[in-house]
C-alpha cells in the first residue's frame, strides 16, 4: 500500500504565496514521475505541473512562471511552490506519484486526498 498525505493548502490574498508538500510513504520500490492536479467547483480535475525522477519539469501554460514543482527523493515528497496566486486558482490541489511498490514491483499511479486552496481578498 502506498499513502500520500499533502499538506499547505489555506486561504491566502491575492498576490500571495502558499507552498504544498506531497509525502508519499508505503513500500514504494521507486517513484517515477510526481505531480500536482487540481479540480475547481464545476470543472473538470486539469494538470498543474509535473516532474519526472531525474527532475524535468513541467506546467500548465496558466501557472507558467508562478508555480514551481521540485522534489526530495530521499523523501518521496513532492512540493509545489506558489507565488502571485489569483482567483482562478482556487482550487482542490491533488498530488499524484507513478510508483512500483510491494514485493512484485507493482507499477501504478496513486492520488492524495486533496487540500484545498483559496484565493481571495
Known amino acids: 500500500q502506498v499513502q500520500l498525505v499533502e499538506s499547505g493548502g489555506g486561504l491566502v490574498q491575492p498576490g500571495g504565496s502558499l507552498r504544498l508538500s506531497c509525502a508519499a510513504s508505503?513500500?514504494?520500490?521507486?517513484?517515477?514521475?510526481m505531480g500536482w492536479y487540481r479540480q475547481a467547483p464545476g470543472k473538470q480535475r486539469e494538470l498543474v505541473a509535473t516532474?519526472?525522477?531525474?527532475?524535468?519539469?513541467n506546467y500548465a501554460d496558466s501557472v507558467k512562471g508562478r508555480f514551481t514543482i521540485s522534489r526530495d527523493n530521499a523523501k518521496n515528497t513532492v512540493y509545489l511552490q506558489m507565488n502571485s496566486l489569483k482567483p482562478e486558482d482556487t482550487a482542490v490541489y491533488y498530488c499524484?506519484?507513478?510508483?512500483?511498490?510491494?514485493?512484485?514491483?507493482?507499477?501504478?499511479?496513486?492520488w492524495g486526498q486533496g487540500t484545498q486552496v483559496t484565493v481571495s481578498s
Open positions: 516532474i519526472t525522477s531525474g527532475g524535468f519539469a
Open positions: 499524484t506519484i507513478n510508483a512500483r511498490e510491494g514485493a512484485f514491483r507493482r507499477n501504478a499511479d496513486y
Open positions: 508505503g513500500s514504494i520500490f521507486s517513484i517515477d514521475y
